[in-house]
């Protein structure tokens, strides 16, 4: 499966973290704001909730700075790595940006300069001014008021110093009634009152006087005061000394407050309220501008962070789909046509990603339809190859220029070399060091070269592992120019002539036994009877004739018998015994025999002793062996050190065990115009030889089921290889010679 | 240094000291001075546990200005009555708040003490007189016996000065300084029960 990159839905870890944050950010904004709205309902809660207030706005900024820095990181990364639409996103954003701080930035110069000029305009030279002179006119105003009752508590100071002390009561009553006071008392040292009136006794008890009244007293000086009250009224607090401080007499003081009428103390109250409204305000003056241009400025940073943010998201989501038709193209490029695009929308994009989607899942099934395809192929290429693997017959496909585009198993196994590894490369450089492939390749390019593309032909390749015969077929294949090949099917048929050259040897040994052997007889007896009949009657010369003529005629007859026998023998096919003997052990008599007639013969002995027994023929065994030590003795013969060596091994192959005998000699070797043919019948080099010895021999071991073969050792001296099945089931098995000459003989019929 | 200064991020970090600074620059008033509770004890009438403090407020030439522009000083007393726990917090028994506005009043140049939650008020002729009056809190009730039930208490005192009376509508504005209120340290000691 291709990577394809698409933007899918995040899972895991990721999934979430946005959400919460943005969840995050929006109940922080929320929650600051609530708090907010409570705490300006009163100050103690603004106090308590100012904290928390902070910490909330502060959690917000760092919410969206996070969620911001991380959009800004993630895009600067993709541009960087030049991520399919990361340029078109930072386009986008870059021109959403541009659209949103520029009116942002506007507005804010502009309420930054609105709010200096508001501000300002509260505080202007004018309303001070005024509320400075309403506040002298008031002061005036009540300044009258108070001048007006100090003398008239003047007046009473004097008046009670005159009075004696039983009408100071009453006199301090009168002045009450008279004036409107709302008390007047007599106070005599340490504050001591000694007469008062009040407008209600029950309700209220003369007021205490306050500090600065008493010191400026005791300094003989008139007191008055304002005394604004909770209630918005004002009071006129006067004091008066009554005795001359020279005097000895006790020091008293009169004391009178007087109110100063509802209106003129509505209006003082107004006056000092707008007074102290704007004096508050004028305080927080720098404050409130510092304050507007800080918060405006928070805002602004605040909906700039916020405007960036939605501007990446929004930007974001719109070159998604984008993204994913470049990253699905490339999928599609790499040969993944399972890929499935998210439909974003319904809108033009949502079309375009329709129509790409039905894209691939059309190029998936034509993709699935053409591996089927392939698959087919290749299963069918494999069944070809499993039966070329198993064909007993060589299959060889080659180019012009003669490089193997294909062989088969049997192909190597018949020329001797391993040809399936050689696909790709030159038959003549495949071929070099083996003799039999560069008889085989030469032959081929002989042909190729007299321009025969297609003939059928029997090959005799001579090498010195012994002369094979090829029965080879060629044929061009469908191509042109370079991609010209050619089979060539060939068969190894050099045991099929080997059988069928035994089978008709045999054929004539039998007639030549049958039609020889009848004769001999009559002329032996005829010429014995001769002898007996005539040698006594004749002269002693004519009688030596006639005994020596007789005598060869006898020999020679009974030459011709053994000759005829030998025949016989050939052609014979008796019954096999098959018994379990020791092989080992019948090596070593028939050495020992050997050695005991020719002492001179230096027979060595190489066993296997691991060979327990094999199930076999023992006198053909025997045969065998006396057939090959026979020929290599006379080969030896006239040698100064001749050497045979016997040697045995087990061996397995396949599922069976096979004892091999190989023995060799240090003599002149087999001839090599007649290694091909050392085991046909009146094949020999030695002139005394019949030629069947080794004939004989290859007959008994292919009856045995075993295979014979003969060469010469690169040091010098023959060898004959005897591979014999351990048991006698395999032989059954592969069937032996006799079979197959009986089958020819069958199909010749 | 000079030239770690003059990087990105220290030409950042100027930026926003001369930010703050010119904030707190522009909120710098007459809070400024001795700010603390000197005594406090509390005595037991009648069931009814009464507070009585010292304590010394700010009082320089700029809180007098600051009175005759118009301006309101509240002085709070912040009281709290805790019972102590070994493996919790302590639990809040009590916890009070004695608001008093002083202002001046320049129609009759007198110092006026309100308290806040009665409405009484007093008149002083000097500031340092108003002062004094408000830094002598005696027989303040915060407590009444049945309110603890055993165990040991902590009182804690603390005294505030704010600067002036922020309508509703701006307060928000001054939502990230607290450069108009300033407290004095927790006084606190274990109550006698």
Redesign the interface.
Known sequence: MVSTGLNRPQSGRKAWVIPALVILWGAVGVGALLL?AK???N??A??RL?PW??LL?LIGVVALTVLLARKLWQLVRDYRDHVPGSRLTARTVSIFGALVVAPLVIVYLFSLDFLNRGIDSWFKVEVKQGLSDA?VL??AA?NLRMKEYSSRTEELAHSLAATGPGDIQEKIDGERRATGAMEIVLFGEHERILAASVEDPLETLPSRP???LVRQIREHRMYV??????DGQ?YIRTAAPLSDPTTKAEARYVVAIYQVPPQISAL??A??RS??????L???R???????R??LTLVLLLAMLAAIYGAIFFAQRLVRPVQNLIAGTRAVGKGDFGTRLPLPSRDEMGFLVHSFNDMTKRLRRAHEEATRSQQAVERERERLAIILARLSTGVLAVDRMLTVRMANQAAGSILGTELSVATGRSLPEVAAGNDRLGQFVAAIAVRFAAGRDEWREQLELDAAAGRRTLMCACTPMPGEGADMAYVIVFDDITTLLAAQRDAAWGEVARRLAHEIKNPLTPIQLSAERMRRKFLGSMSPSDAEILDRSTRTIVNQVEAMQQMVNAFSEYARAPEMKITRFSLNQLVTEVADLYRSQDPRAGIRLDLDESIDGIEADRGRIRQILNNLVTNALESLEGLNSPTLEIASRLESGGDASYAVVTVCDNGPGFQRELLGRVFDPYVTSKPKGTGLGLAIVKKIVEEHGGRIDADNRPEGGARVRVVLPVKDSTRSATGGARERRDALRRERA | MMQAFFTRAGLFRALMLLLCA??TA??A?ALDGVLEVHSAYVNIDNGVFLLHARVEYPINPQIRD?LR????LTFELDTRVERERRLWLNATIVDL?LRREL?Y??????Y?V?DVKT???E?F??LD?AITYLGRIDGWPILVEPQLNGGSYLISVRAGV?????P???????????DF?RVSEWYSWSLPV
């Open positions: 907010l705490s300006v309902q100050s103690s603004f106090d100012q207030i902070l706005n506040l008031s002061g009540l306050p500090s600065d005061s304002l005394e604004p009250q909770s004002y003082s109250e006056v000092q007074y102290s409204q704007y004096g508050e004028a305080a927080l720098e404050a409130l501008k510092s304050g507007f800080l918060t | 010119g904030a522009a909120f008033d600051a522009d118009g301006v309101t708040t202002m009043h320049a129609v009759s140049d007198r006026v309100r409405g009484q008020q008149n002729p000097t007189e704010r600067r002036g009376k922020l509703a509508s701006l307060r928000a504005l001054f939502f990230w300084t607290d209120r």
